[in-house]
Structure formats: structure tokens, C-alpha cells
């Protein structure tokens, strides 16, 4: 038995382009797939029997789902999951009211090399795992039986990928309907060519498409509506349109006194287009931006709106540790949010086009993006990686990544590349000179950048002359000379800082076992004991940088534009320098589970103004240990630390210093540290001493979410001791239970050696921590989630589905 769904489901608001009218409509087109891991060729035959299919929900990650090995051919860099074939299949039919309309199927990323039938026509293949596109269907749509989407997903030919890129339809699908006469995909463009707190000019060019036989006049209509839905200007343009063919019209609006965008203050305005032929609405398109001006300048940075800021960004890859790369908007948002605790005001989409939800988000929630392309060119970095399609497909893979997110006000720059192989070969030159052209062609407003590991002139791609801003990745010894070295250039760290830590494990100097730094080339072939690094901020790989180094520098010198912290988040893959059974990598600021490392909150004291105050490490120690006490705080001018109540003494930054630290012998009890300005008291933290584990606790990051729909609630599992401390050590086996109304979409603790699954129903802890991500199931109500773990008090909270 076939499984049909009407097409007619969940309507998607206020998106770019995503309006609902009685002219365009666009539908989510994740339900109702069948998903079969192995390859079948038969399966495009509209006839093909897939009832014995698995029946899956979009987005999907197959990868995720495997179990972990080094032997996997992505290998331990590409997270040590399967990769191979994949094939979806959706059945489904379309209501009459569709009929001489426009169909497209749309794709916000497969991952990869993805191949599209529908009822049997082959509509097309896309190799690159990390771009969107659209196909037209309209020629093959059966309005009067159903319909087969077929899709091929090749994921097989590893390694294609330096870290865990997931495999599958990782991201939104769409189904959109049209007129003939409407605005073309990714079809406005918004420019803000003058920028003031007074006045501001917006210009805005619509590019219509003309699908029909005849050629038509189209009245252009465009009113500006503000945040508050105030219509604050309209124009109306009429202009012809060639039959089958297209037209840009431009449009352009005065704003006086506009509420500028900002980090603080994300205002959106948006873009209504409507078209009329006779009268008769033909389309509606809604382009949502932001009124802003950005600019560079050699000796002092960065200006946005004229306001001198320093770039406080870290790079993130595209998973979600325990959900793999599946895209959740929910997912996204937690992430922003914990980087926006830490000060975070910009992020680099490394290496790779993102959802684009993530610019969605960051467009709301004031984030700025260095919006990146490639990971490689015609050079290779893996065998079967992007470079074997370079010749065909990169001008249209640039040329669409551009076109889909240059309306977003958060993105500030293209990179054009990271770490590119041609930095060292003379075809560096043209290839730089031909992107730029390409970027600068369809978005002349953004800065074109990439991110280079040759730091020196003689690298071809900054040769070329043509990019707007010189990315170093790391090398921070080379920054200060950077003014001498490149002469009135603008200086950005596209990727900055290799510093490693464990959430939890610390080293002392006493500990025998390690001693920092290890010989790097040596922890690459044989590891370490138990492949754990210390939380101290003080191990970094040779070509980079601990986390204060380099923002030591970036702090003191106004013509170092900013930074981004290689990254923000812990990822799947790249354990560099650790080798199996590590499986994740050890550079983020905040672990794979979401749970900080100790180094947030140098940056949260050094990137926000809410009083800090953060001692380490965990106070369980055996009698006479040597313990480095650290703290790092803001807000006050000293720190006075307590052990069991007698002082050992006062200490305050000195100099360019970012945290204070006390050498003391362990003692069991409570060390309390209290911050102070001009003697007044600031903020006092305590870590006590605990005694073994005695219960778990369940703490949500929202205890109401949107049931049925793809809403999270992020659950953190602590083990305690009898007073409610969190036990530093305590590794138990928690397992839970839920209510038929929930379901667990992820499990994880943050360790990045453990080989668990992360669809499961028990994690052990990590550190004291472990996480249970939980998705609702359809019905509204009331849900329990109970944790329980051997020996332990259990706990249960109740999560509310809306
Ligand atoms: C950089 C590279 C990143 C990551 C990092 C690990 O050179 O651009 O993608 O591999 O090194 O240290």
C-alpha cells in the first residue's frame, strides 16, 4: 500500500519569498517520506513498491544513526559514522485548484550528490551536500493521480570531508506553487546605499518571471512595512514582460528617522511585492531586511552603523552533536543563545553554506555572519571531496549561495575559502580574481574575504588583489606586523585560537602523568592515557593560540578588526590531535551536549557587561594536592578567595592579565571566592567539596514546547550529592523514562571518546553531566520524563506540549 499525502499541509510565514496568498503558497514537504539505506535503482520507477521502506519524517540524518568505528571510510576525522546510499521516496497528491499554476520542489541541502525524480522524470543532480536548490515540476505534476518524488542521496565515496558532514536530506524541503507571472526564486535583491539615524535609502530590484505564452504588463507594487506592520512607504512600477522570459524592475524608498539594525537592537523591516496583470494579483513576495551600514577601516576596525566594533565571533559547523547534522530551527536558536550569554557577536559558517534558518536567527537575534562558500577549490584536501566537481559546478553553487542570502542583514562578508590549496599555486590568482567577480557581480554591498593559512604576501590568493580583507587563520605572532606587512590593508582572524580542553578534567602542575604542552606530533599517533585535555586555558596547538593569547592581542590593537574562535561549539569529527577512540573534536568553547567549558566565562567577562564571577576547577581533590585555583570576573577591581572560611588572599588582573589564580594545597570543604569593587561586594561563588553521588536532577531550558512540530526541550541531567552539589566525577548510568506523548530525539554527556549511541533511552554522565533532548509527539498536554540511575534518588519533571 501506497502512502499518499495531500500536499496541502503546514504553510510556512513570513520567511523571504515564504508568503501565503491566494497567488503563491509554500508548503513544508517533510512529511509522509520513505527512507531505505542501501542502493535501488528500481526505485525510481513511479511503480516501485517501497511499502517494506522505513517511514521517516525530514530532515533526516542516516549517518547519525550508525554506530561508530574507526574502519568507516570517513574515518575518525568525519565523526567515524557510515556514510553510503540512500534513497527517499514521497507519494503524494495535489489538489485540482493547482491546475495551470507553477510547481517547484525545494531543497534547503542534501548531503550529498543527490539526484531527483519525479513520476519517473529525472529532474536533476546537485553535488554539493551543503547548497539549496529548487526544481520545476510543473511539466510532470499528475493532477489527476498521485505523485512519486524520488531522490537519490550518494554519500559512499569517502573520505569527501574534513569533519562529520552527515548524510541525507538534512534540511527543509518545500513545495511551492505559483502564477506564471511571478517573482523569480531567490528574486529581490534590497540594498541600503545610504545610512543614517535621519534618513536612509533603500533600493530594492525584483526580477520577474514571466512563465506563460504571452508577454504581459506587470504593475509592481512594493509597500515598506515596519516592525510594528506600519506601512511606512509604497511604489508602484508597470513595466513589460517578454513572454517566457524575465525582467528586473528597480524600486527605491526613502525611511526617515529608521530604526537602524544592530547587535542590540535587530530591527527588520520587510518588503511586501505584489504583481498585478490587469488588475489581477498575479504574486506576493515578502523580503524581510534590515537598515544598516557597515564599513572597514585599516588603522581602527570595524564600524557598524558608524559605532567602531570589535568582531566577537566564533565558527561553527553545521551538527548538533547528539541530532547529527538534521537541521532544527530549535537546535540553532539554543546555540545562538548560549553564544549570546558569552558575548558572541558574529559567526563564520564554516566551511560551508548554511540552513537558512541560521541567518534567519541571526538576522533576529543580531548576530553578524561571515557567510562562507568552500572548503577547498580545484585542490583536493580529501579524495573525494568538493574539488572533483569544481569545474562544473562552482560558478553556480557561488552564484546561488549568493543569491539566496544577500538579502539577510546579518551577513557582512563572503569568504570565498578557507585554507585553500591554491594559496600556494599561481591558479590562486585567476580563481580568487574570478569568485570576487562573481560575488561582486550579484552583491556589490558585502566584503569578499577568505581565510588563509599562508599568511605571507606571497600567497596567490591575496596576491590576486582583489579581496577586500586579509583573513588570517591563526598565526597570531604574525598579527602585529600585519600593518607593516600589508600597508593600509584590513586586518580580520577568520579563524583564531587552537585551543583544546575536556569539560570537567583537569591537569595540575604536580600531575606527573601529562605535562603541557605534550609534543604535538606525538598525541597525533599514540594519544594520550585516556584522550582527555585539561579545562585549564592552556594547551593549544602550535599554529594557534590559547583563548587568552589571542584575544590579549585583539583587544589591544583597533586595527585587528575581530576574531573567530575555532569554535564555538565542540563538533562531530576532527578530534585533532587526538586519535580514536576519540570521534569529536575538542576546540569548542562549549561542549558537543551544550554544556560550557571554563573559558566561557573569560569571554563572557571579557565580552559582556554582566558581573562574572567563575572559579575552577571542582573542589574533590586527595588532602595536600597542589591545586591552581583560577578565576575569571569583571565588574569589580579584586577577588579574595576563602578556604573553609580563612582568606587566601586578594588578587586583581594585572596589567593585560584575564584571570587571577591562587597555587594552594587541597583541603576539603567549601572555597568561596567573593568579588569586590571598592570594597563593596560584587558577586561571591562557592564550590564545595563533594560527597558521593545521591540523587539526579532533571532541569529543562523550556519546560513548554510546540508539540507537533519539530520544538525541542534541551533537558540537563545532573548527579548530585546529598546537598545538591554536582559530583565532579560521577560517571553513572542514568536511564529514562518518558510518557507516550514525548520521545527522545538525542542523548548525550559532551565526552568526546564515548561510543554510545545517541538515540537511546540511557547516557551515562560525564563530569556530573549528561543531556536528553525530548521532542513532543502530536498531542497537547502534560508529559513526564523520569531519570533514573542505580543506587540514586530519581527525578521526574513534566514538560507541557502547546
Ligand atoms: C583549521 C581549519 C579548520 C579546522 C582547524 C582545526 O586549519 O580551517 O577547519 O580543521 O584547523 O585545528
New binding site residues.
Given amino acids: 500500500m501506497q502512502k499518499i499525502s495531500l500536499v496541502i499541509l503546514f504553510l510556512v510565514s513570513s520567511w523571504s519569498g515564504f508568503t501565503q496568498s491566494a497567488s503563491r503558497t509554500t508548503v513544508i514537504f517533510n512529511e509522509g517520506w520513505k527512507f531505505f539505506l542501501g542502493d535501488n535503482h528500481q526505485a525510481k520507477d513511479p511503480s516501485f513498491d517501497d511499502v517494506t521502506w522505513r517511514n521517516i519524517k525530514l530532515p533526516h540524518d542516516w549517518s547519525i544513526e550508525g554506530t561508530f568505528s574507526d574502519k568507516h571510510p570517513a574515518g575518525v576525522g568525519g565523526g567515524a559514522l557510515p556514510g553510503g546510499v540512500g534513497w527517499y521516496r514521497k507519494t503524494f497528491s495535489v489538489s485540482k485548484s493547482v491546475s495551470g499554476k507553477k510547481m517547484f520542489i525545494a531543497f534547503d541541502g542534501v548531503y550529498c550528490n543527490s539526484e531527483v525524480w519525479l513520476n519517473g522524470h529525472y529532474l536533476g543532480k546537485r553535488p554539493n551536500g551543503y547548497i539549496s536548490f529548487q526544481y520545476d515540476i510543473t511539466p510532470f505534476i499528475n493532477l489527476e493521480k498521485s505523485n512519486v518524488i524520488t531522490v537519490r542521496v550518494d554519500n559512499s565515496q569517502q573520505p569527501n570531508s574534513?569533519?562529520y558532514s552527515g548524510s541525507g536530506i538534512y534540511r527543509n524541503v518545500y513545495l511551492i506553487t505559483t502564477k506564471d507571472i511571478h517573482v523569480d526564486q531567490w528574486g529581490t535583491f534590497v540594498q541600503t546605499p545610504e545610512v543614517s539615524n535621519e534618513n536612509a535609502l533603500v533600493t530594492l530590484s525584483t526580477t520577474i518571471k514571466n512563465g506563460s505564452k504571452k508577454s504581459a504588463s506587470v504593475s509592481v507594487v512594493t509597500t515598506l512595512i515596519n516592525a510594528e506592520g506600519k506601512q511606512i512607504s509604497k511604489s508602484t512600477t508597470l513595466d513589460d514582460v517578454a513572454e517566457s522570459g524575465s525582467r528586473k524592475i528597480d524600486q527605491s524608498f526613502r525611511v526617515t528617522k529608521p530604526t537602524l539594525w544592530s547587535i542590540e537592537n535587530p530591527y527588520q523591516y520587510q518588503f511586501k511585492t505584489e504583481l498585478f496583470v490587469d488588475r489581477k494579483k498575479m504574486d506576493e513576495y515578502v523580503t524581510p531586511f534590515g537598515v544598516r551600514a557597515f564599513s572597514f577601516d585599516a588603522a581602527k576596525g570595524f564600524s557598524l552603523n558608524g559605532v567602531p566594533t570589535k568582531i566577537k565571533g566564533v565558527?561553527l559547523h553545521h551538527d548538533f552533536g547528539c541530532l547529527g547534522a538534521v537541521f532544527n530551527v530549535r537546535a540553532m536558536e539554543r546555540q545562538l543563545e548560549i553564544m549570546k550569554a558569552m558575548g558572541v557577536n558574529a559567526i563564520r559558517t564554516?566551511?560551508n553554506p548554511p540552513a537558512p534558518a541560521l541567518l534567519d536567527l541571526c538576522d533576529r537575534m543580531g548576530f553578524l555572519v561571515m557567510n562562507e562558500a568552500f572548503?577547498m577549490w580545484k585542490r583536493e584536501k580529501n579524495k573525494f571531496d568538493y574539488h572533483l566537481h569544481w569545474d562544473e559546478w562552482h560558478t553556480r553553487d557561488l552564484e546561488d549561495h549568493i543569491l539566496r542570502d544577500r538579502n539577510h542583514p546579518s551577513v557582512f562578508a563572503w569568504s570565498v575559502g578557507?585554507?585553500i590549496g591554491e594559496q600556494w599555486d599561481t591558479t590562486g590568482v585567476r580563481i580568487t580574481k574570478e569568485l570576487v567577480s562573481i560575488v561582486k557581480r550579484l552583491d556589490p554591498t558585502r566584503f569578499t574575504v577568505t581565510?588563509n593559512?599562508e599568511v605571507k604576501p606571497t600567497n596567490s590568493l591575496i596576491k590576486a588583489e582583489a579581496l577586500d580583507l586579509i583573513g588570517y587563520?591563526?598565526n597570531h605572532k604574525a598579527y602585529e606586523n600585519f600593518p607593516k606587512d600589508y600597508p593600509g590593508k584590513i586586518f580580520i582572524g577568520t579563524?583564531t585560537t587552537?585551543a583544546l580542553a575536556t569539560r570537567g578534567h583537569y591537569d595540575m602542575p604536580s600531575d606527573s602523568i601529562r605535562r603541557w604542552p605534550i609534543a604535538w606530533d606525538k598525541l597525533f599517533t599514540e594519544g594520550n592515557a585516556d584522550n582527555t585535555v585539561s579545562a585549564y586555558d592552556n594547551v593549544s596547538?602550535p599554529?594557534?593560540s590559547t583563548h587568552e593569547e589571542t584575544w590579549k592581542l585583539m583587544k589591544k590593537n583597533d586595527f585587528l578588526s575581530g576574531m573567530f574562535i575555532?569554535t564555538g561549539f565542540d563538533y562531530l569529527g576532527?578530534p585533532?590531535p587526538y586519535v580514536w577512540p576519540s570521534r569529536s573534536?575538542y576546540?569548542g568553547v562549549v561542549d558537543l551536549a551544550g554544556f560550557p567549558k571554563d573559558v566561557y566565562y573569560m569571554y563572557q567577562s571579557e565580552w559582556t557587561n554582566k558581573p562574572t564571577l567563575h572559579i575552577f576547577p571542582h573542589w574533590n581533590w586527595t588532602p595536600g594536592k597542589l591545586v591552581d585555583v583560577w578565576a575569571y570576573y569583571n565588574q569589580a577591581d579584586e577577588v579574595e578567595l576563602f578556604l573553609n572560611n580563612k582568606s587566601l588572599g586578594v588578587k586583581s588582573k594585572k596589567e593585560d592579565e584575564l584571570h587571577v589564580m591562587w597555587r594552594i594545597p587541597f583541603e576539603a570543604g567549601t572555597l568561596k571566592a567573593v568579588s569586590k569593587i571598592n570594597g563593596q561586594v560584587v558577586m561571591t561563588k562557592e564550590i564545595k567539596t563533594t560527597s558521593s553521588p545521591a540523587r539526579v536532577i532533571l532541569t529543562a531550558d523550556r519546560s513548554e514546547i510546540k508539540n507537533g512540530s519539530d520544538d525541542l526541550s534541551f533537558v540537563t541531567v545532573s548527579v548530585v550529592d546529598a546537598d545538591g552539589n554536582i559530583v565532579p566525577y560521577a560517571d553513572n548510568l542514568v536511564k529514562f523514562t518518558l510518557s507516550d506523548n514525548i520521545e527522545i530525539a538525542g542523548v548525550d554527556n559532551g565526552d568526546p571518546t564515548s561510543h554510545d549511541s545517541f538515540k537511546a533511552t540511557e547516557r551515562k554522565a560525564f563530569h556530573g553531566l549528561a543531556l536528553v533532548v525530548i521532542r513532543g509527539k502530536n498531542r497537547k498536554g502534560t508529559a513526564k520524563l523520569t531519570a533514573t540511575a542505580e543506587g540514586l534518588q530519581s527525578s521526574t519533571i513534566d514538560l507541557v506540549l502547546k
Fill in positions: 574534513r569533519w565558527c564554516s566551511h572548503d578557507n585554507e581565510a593559512n587563520n591563526y579563524e587552537s596547538a599554529w594557534g575555532w576532527e585533532t573534536s576546540f
